[in-house]
């Protein structure tokens, strides 16, 4: 089954959260939107007797966990799936899949002394080295010499694996196991939507480690940036990671 579809009946209210996923799973009986995500999950609806998703609490990169009892052959089985969604309403957006402080990113990926430091550059928790620098709260990556360049991209290429599953996928409990991409134009009532299983997700948007003309980094498709902006305060410090998540429709 094609897992992108268009339609205009899932238009309701409450599209700007994901309690809006929450809902039309818990009417799968009724919504054909449901069942066609649950086809897309390799589930056969005739072997459903129940759907429960709820919205997942707390800092965690899936969003909605949905229980689902299946009968098969005289046997209940109890499927458990935590699905990461991606509500949007411009195709050409980008998303903010992760964001921490440096040091919690330090102690997650085991970042080298001399990496750290030059990220410390780089998002402005220590100011330039250099003279004249392009802005005087951070340093871009096109600033730094030979070796530190050499140094960030050879750090994010080796664990470029770990790196990109902690940013998608996550860890622990709840840990993303789908991922649901819904883009509903403003100037349109109906809804396009993709959903696709994490794995290939972290392989779609792994590639190449390399710096962006804008002086950030790239690994594939995603874009590691300074935070910026909040009005000046600590947390345009931070660390953040973004993708488009509808160049999974193409």
Same mark, same amino acid.
């Given at each position: 089954?094609?897992?992108?579809?268009?339609?205009?009946?899932?238009?309701?209210?409450?599209?700007?959260?994901?309690?809006?996923?929450?809902?039309?799973?818990?009417?799968?009986?009724?919504?054909?939107?449901?069942?066609?995500?649950?086809?897309?999950?390799?589930?056969?609806?005739?072997?459903?007797?129940?759907?429960?998703?709820?919205?997942?609490?707390?800092?965690?990169?899936?969003?909605?966990?949905?229980?689902?009892?299946?009968?098969?052959?005289?046997?209940?089985?109890?499927?458990?799936?935590?699905?990461?969604?991606? @509500? &949007?309403?411009?195709?050409?957006?980008?998303?903010?899949?992760? +964001?921490?402080? *440096? $040091?919690?990113?330090? #102690?997650?990926?085991?970042?080298?002394?001399?990496?750290?430091?030059?990220?410390?550059?780089?998002?402005?928790?220590?100011?330039?080295?250099?003279?004249?620098?392009?802005?005087?709260?951070?340093?871009?990556?096109?600033?730094?010499?030979?070796?530190?360049?050499?140094?960030?991209?050879?750090?994010?290429?080796?664990?470029?694996?770990?790196?990109?599953?902690?940013?998608?996928?996550?860890?622990?409990?709840?840990?993303?196991?789908?991922? @649901? &991409?819904?883009?509903?134009?403003?100037?349109?009532?109906?809804? +396009?939507?993709? *959903? $696709?299983?994490?794995? #290939?997700?972290?392989?779609?948007?792994?590639?190449?480690?390399?710096?962006?003309?804008?002086?950030?980094?790239?690994?594939?498709?995603?874009?590691?940036?300074?935070?910026?902006?909040?009005?000046?305060?600590?947390?345009?410090?931070?660390?953040?990671?973004?993708?488009?998540?509808?160049?999974?429709?193409?």
């Amino acid at each position: 089954m094609n897992s992108i579809e268009l339609g205009s009946k899932t238009a309701k209210d409450g599209f700007n959260n994901e309690y809006f996923v929450v809902s039309i799973f818990n009417d799968w009986k009724n919504n054909e939107l449901a069942k066609n995500w649950l086809k897309a999950m390799g589930y056969k609806i005739d072997e459903i007797e129940e759907v429960n998703a709820y919205k997942i609490k707390g800092s965690f990169k899936a969003d909605v966990q949905v229980v689902i009892l299946i009968q098969v052959k005289l046997q209940q089985i109890q499927d458990i799936q935590n699905i990461q969604v991606k @509500l &949007v309403s411009n195709a050409n957006g980008y998303n903010q899949i992760d +964001k921490r402080w *440096l $040091k919690s990113y330090k #102690e997650l990926w085991t970042i080298p002394d001399n990496v750290y430091t030059t990220l410390q550059y780089f998002t402005g928790e220590m100011e330039p080295k250099i003279d004249n620098p392009k802005d005087a709260r951070r340093m871009f990556f096109y600033e730094f010499d030979d070796l530190e360049q050499k140094n960030i991209l050879n750090f994010f290429h080796e664990n470029q694996p770990l790196i990109v599953s902690d940013i998608i996928k996550g860890r622990g409990k709840f840990a993303s196991e789908w991922f @649901l &991409v819904i883009l509903r134009k403003k100037e349109k009532s109906e809804v +396009k939507w993709i *959903l $696709k299983p994490i794995n #290939e997700v972290i392989n779609f948007y792994s590639g190449n480690v390399e710096f962006s003309p804008q002086g950030s980094l790239k690994i594939g498709k995603i874009t590691m940036q300074r935070k910026g902006g909040d009005g000046g305060r600590d947390t345009a410090k931070m660390l953040q990671f973004k993708i488009n998540p509808c160049e999974l429709f193409y």
